[in-house]
């Protein structure tokens, strides 16, 4: 632990008095009558009316529509969560804030502009720490802004929809093609109904130095949320994409569902941070994935702390020598939240190198899973892989599961996994204790230690906020 | 040999007469095959337990020739000197056993369960297959409540102690083979017991064989169990033990021959304070698929279990592992580890690992690591500027992985014969190759 | 084992269709294309299934579980999540019997 202990019982109190305003600050709903959205319900109809809202050339319906029939064909998965609460035929699949993506923040209309003043994104964009803020209400990205240098650089930097309409080869290129719409039944879907996201093109050998940040939004109650995001990092350049969620409390429960296809080129670097705190009605259904070629890397920095469900396992393919995969995950379950979260690290080259590194915490009957992979093909010699995952359960009713799977086909490798599950030590406590903290600021004090290898691997105004949410999280019981 | 041909009613109903099976041993069998026609033979598809083994190309139809009493004798009993009690099946008969007198007049019983029947009748229903494992447990449990042969009843009353080691040996003419083993160790008794399963190397079979542990209040079991079946055999099969109150067991497999063997592998830890070692050894080669899949279920407080399971895989050689600790809500103080270690030798080679934990309770220390990964070509260098041959140094070097388990063997002979087993597949190896580097 | 082994009938596998057979330890493949026949493993070189259970369409075969697709030609991976080809065997036809040879 970096601060001192006077420190952290000012933020205790600090985050205590954050707490009475959680559901204003995370859980409100704007009463705002969206420009237009689509019947409940999931239907040809209704992808061929998303399609041709967004005005699409015919290649992208005709990827819907194969998306749409593989769903539909497709039973849903037998592992995992609980799925059994999503209700296709109640969803509302497209639902459009405003007429159209904005350019400047004064265009934005007032009551979105609250929205995010509330959420605090312009002032995030007004630090110097930060760089584009794609910011996405609802289905459609409704706010963009880059700074001149990367554009000048090339940097694309655009929603989805515009890089269908301005930048197709590139689209048709790598759309679809890291994740196909039959890789499972919620890609399927988000291939048929896909709305909203980021497109992101970096050309060789420029580094973007400054984080690149998307914010997500759920607000209409049923509203599904099927971003898509395709990142390609041409040779030598690096990006950091961020993506941070919050949504509104309902009644009823919301499904998310993203993809998200990166491809990291020979020598380039791409890292994906991501915090989840979605609310604990949605379902966070995603499928990540990156191809990573000759001496790239790729990482993804995961942090799960919202949802009811949430199935995501973030992957690296490693298709040519020297490429690197590594995963940073930290899940926390509170009451009634189930974390299935993990990792796939695909060795299909020689001397490839992967880390999984997860840490994971439940509580009040929260339950938190590892789920991964590790493969190694046959002919990859040289690989080496590392995971090690520690959960930790802060009460009796809470629930760790760890599964792990390592497929190995090549006996010139090096593949490791450790894995340990306990409970706040005893020891520790009574330490924390005999200083002057009381037992909650105890507790909060070993779970900070506990992730805090990932944390520090954030963004520093994420890494305030990511723990800001933690504490957030314990408070939800001890108080 | 004298067989019933299919898996049919007609043929549990000549069985169990051929058997001159009590009423309810019958009725057993009967609910048991009615299940087994309702279930599927389990899809790799859908059922995890099953995703990485096969089925597919077992012809089960074709090995439904189940063994009945046909006067055979062993061809090949191995000398175990070094036993203080032995008891020998061929194709699910007993054909031979012998026990310590000292032991006997304690009333330590070494035989086959239908020549217990008779006088240990009520011990054995309340045991056989009905809390350990249970028929309803799959389309093999099934399939073996319902087929089950002549198998091996041993049974150390209270307090006894048996000084050495028991021999059960089990060999396969041909056929289906269901070989099930009741073992009941009664409160603050003690057991040493080994099975070894075999068959001669051109024989094709079908082995479901389910070995059951019942360990009473503080007992102290010491259990091995080695199957060395012939490149054609078939198998899948159930070992557990179900421990009592403050019980220590010792559950050791060694997994060498057969061309697909599945086993189920089990330590359900029942009565406080009771303590469970699961080790294992396996070592496929030349298109052998061995996998093995454990369980640590902590169903009560105070708990303490260990799984080492150590696996080398040769050319072509397939191993898969799935070893789960389970901890239900109500065991607290569950103290559980789980270590799986592969080392890949051969061309082709494939090894699966999957460490699982189900953890339903906080207070409670689990963990668990799996390594995969190759012969240390450091240590071999260094064996070799010591003096030693390549070859010597590799066999040195994989006796060594596997020799922390095979010690732990209690029988002398056996051991000796499993440390022959891994040389000789050492040997094969580095003769198909030069070396296994 | 290095002969070919005799594994079906041309009459088991008509034009546009696929048939898994075992030869020994391996699973194969047979497809007739447009009276071609030609073989592959039958397990998808992704996760394990039979390439068999799902479709056959032209020259690829789709796997039924995440629907990587493979050129039964060649046995080239096409799509992901197939990073992998599966193994190619090479196939005779004696009279009305389909012969395939894995090494």
């Keep these: 632990m970096a601060r001192p202990v006077n420190a952290e019982t000012d933020q205790h109190d600090e985050l205590r008095a954050l707490r009475g305003d959680y559901a204003e600050k995370y859980g409100f709903h704007d009463d705002r009558v969206n420009v237009f959205e689509t019947k409940r319900g999931l239907t040809e109809d209704i992808v061929r009316e998303i399609s041709a809202i967004k005005d699409e050339p015919a290649w992208m319906l005709e990827k819907r529509l194969e998306g749409l029939r593989h769903f539909l064909a497709t039973p849903m998965p037998n592992w995992g969560g609980d799925l059994t609460g999503i209700n296709f ?149 690096f990006v950091h994409y961020v993506e941070g969620c919050t949504a509104p409390i309902y009644s009823k429960d919301s499904l998310h569902s993203a993809v998200v296809e990166i491809v990291v080129k020979r020598g380039a670097r791409v890292r994906y941070s991501t915090i989840q705190n979605w609310s604990n009605n949605v379902y966070n259904l995603v499928t990540k994935r990156a191809v990573a070629y000759a001496d790239a890397t790729m990482e993804w920095v995961d942090a799960n702390l919202g949802s009811k469900l949430t199935m995501k396992y973030p992957a690296v393919v490693m298709l040519e020598p020297g490429a690197h995969g590594e995963v940073l995950s930290i899940a926390f379950a509170g009451a009634g939240q189930h974390q299935d979260a993990g990792s796939k690290m695909v060795h299909a080259a020689p001397n490839t190198t992967s880390r999984i590194i997860s840490k994971s915490i439940s509580k009040d009957g929260g339950r938190s899973t590892y789920r991964g992979l590790c493969k190694v093909y046959p002919g990859c010699t040289g690989v080496k892989a590392n995971v090690v995952c520690d959960a930790l359960l802060l009460d009796d009713k809470a629930r760790s599961d760890t599964y792990p799977y390592m497929e190995v086909e090549e006996k010139q490798v090096d593949i490791g996994h450790e894995a340990s599950v306990s409970r706040v030590g005893e020891e520790q406590l009574f330490y924390l204790m005999s200083r002057g903290l009381d037992e909650d600021a105890a507790i909060g004090m070993i779970v900070n230690g506990f992730i805090e290898p990932i944390v520090k691997e954030l963004p520093m105004e994420y890494a305030v906020e990511m723990n800001r949410l933690i504490e957030l999280q314990m408070e939800g019981s001890v108080g | 040999m004298s067989s019933l041909h299919g898996f049919t009613r007609d043929s549990v109903v000549a069985l169990s007469a051929a058997l001159a099976e009590p009423d309810w041993l019958l009725a057993k069998r009967l609910e048991a095959f009615t299940a087994f026609e309702q279930t599927p033979y389990p899809d790799t598809r859908s059922d995890e337990d099953w995703r990485r083994c096969d089925l597919r190309r077992i012809d089960f139809d074709a090995l439904a020739d189940i063994a009945t009493p046909n006067g055979a004798t062993a061809s090949a009993v191995t000398a175990a000197d070094d036993a203080v009690g032995t008891a020998t099946f061929v194709d699910g008969t007993l054909v031979g056993s012998r026990l310590n007198a000292e032991l006997a007049a304690q009333g330590v019983v070494l035989t086959s369960l239908h020549q217990a029947l008779p006088s240990h009748g009520e011990l054995i229903r309340t045991h056989f297959m009905t809390h350990c494992v249970q028929p309803g447990e799959g389309k093999f449990t099934l399939l073996h409540a319902a087929f089950f042969n002549q ?54 079979g079908l082995s479901v064989p389910i ?130 270690e592969n080392l890949l030798l051969g061309d082709k080679a494939r090894a699966d690992s999957m460490p699982v934990l189900e953890i339903l309770a906080d207070d409670v220390k689990c963990s668990h690591g799996a390594s995969l990964s190759h012969l240390d070509n450091e240590i071999v260098f260094y064996l070799m500027s010591r003096g030693l041959p390549r070859g010597e140094a590799q066999r040195m070097m994989v006796a060594g992985f596997f020799e922390p388990v095979i010690e732990q063997v209690p029988v002398e002979s056996v051991r000796a014969r499993l440390q022959h087993a891994v040389a000789q597949r050492i040997d094969n190896l580095a003769a198909s190759h030069g070396g296994l580097l | 084992m290095s002969e070919f082994v005799r594994v079906a009938t041309l009459s088991d596998v008509p034009p546009g269709t696929m048939k898994g057979v075992w030869v020994e330890d391996e699973a194969v493949a047979l497809y007739n294309l447009d009276g071609e026949i030609l073989a592959t493993g039958d397990i998808c070189s992704h996760a394990h299934a039979h390439l068999t259970d799902g479709t056959l369409c032209g020259c690829e075969v789709e796997c039924p579980l995440h629907g990587a697709r493979f050129d039964i030609r060649s046995g080239r991976q096409l799509t992901m999540p197939a990073v992998v080809p599966i193994p190619r065997y090479e196939v005779r036809v004696e009279g009305n019997d389909i012969l395939v040879l894995v090494d």
Aim: charged share 20%; glycine share 10%; proline share 4%.
């Design chain 2, 151 to 204: 198998g091996l009843f041993c049974y150390v009353p209270r307090g006894v102690q048996v000084d050495g080691a028991l021999l059960a040996q089990v060999e396969l003419g041909g056929g289906s083979l269901l070989h099930h083993s009741l073992i009941i160790v009664d409160d603050g008794a003690r057991l040493s017991l080994v099975e070894e399963y075999r068959s001669a190397a051109d024989v094709t």
């Design chain 1, 89 to 237: 035929d109640e969803i509302t699949y497209y639902v459009k804030a405003s007429a159209q993506a904005e350019t400047a923040w004064e265009d934005v209309p007032d009551d979105i502009k609250r929205t995010f003043d509330r959420l605090g994104v312009p002032e995030a964009e007004r630090s110097a720490l930060l760089g584009g803020v794609g910011a996405q209400y609802d289905s459609e990205v409704v706010y963009h802004s880059l700074k001149a240098q990367w554009e000048e650089q090339g940097v694309l930097f655009l929603s989805p929809e515009e890089a269908v309409q301005n930048h197709p080869d590139l689209v048709q290129e790598h759309f679809g093609k890291i994740i196909p719409y039959a890789d499972n039944k919620f890609a399927a879907l988000n291939t048929a109904v896909w709305s909203g996201g980021s497109f992101i093109y970096v050309p060789p050998g420029v580094h973007v130095d400054i984080p690149l940040q998307a914010y997500f939004r759920i607000n209409t109650a049923n509203a599904g949320q099927f971003e898509r995001t395709l990142i390609i990092a041409d040779e030598g350049s």
């Design chain 2, 211 to 340: 070995t059951e542990i019942i360990a009473g209040r503080d007992a102290q079991v010491v259990y091995a169990g080695v199957q060395e079946w012939g490149p054609k055999v078939y198998e899948v099969g159930v070992k557990r033990v179900l421990a009592g109150p403050g019980a220590q067991v010792s559950l050791c497999t060694g997994n060498l021959g057969g061309k697909l063997s599945k086993e189920f592998i089990g330590a359900a830890l029942a009565g406080s304070g009771s303590s469970v070692d699961l080790l294992g050894i396996s070592f496929p080669a030349a298109g052998q698929h061995l996998d093995q899949t454990t369980v640590q279920d902590h169903r009560v407080a105070n708990c303490h279990s260990n799984l080492r399971f150590l696996g080398a895989v040769g050319d072509k050689g397939r191993s898969v592992f799935r070893g789960v600790i389970s901890v239900h809500p109500e065991a607290q103080q569950t103290d559980a580890y789980q270590k799986n």
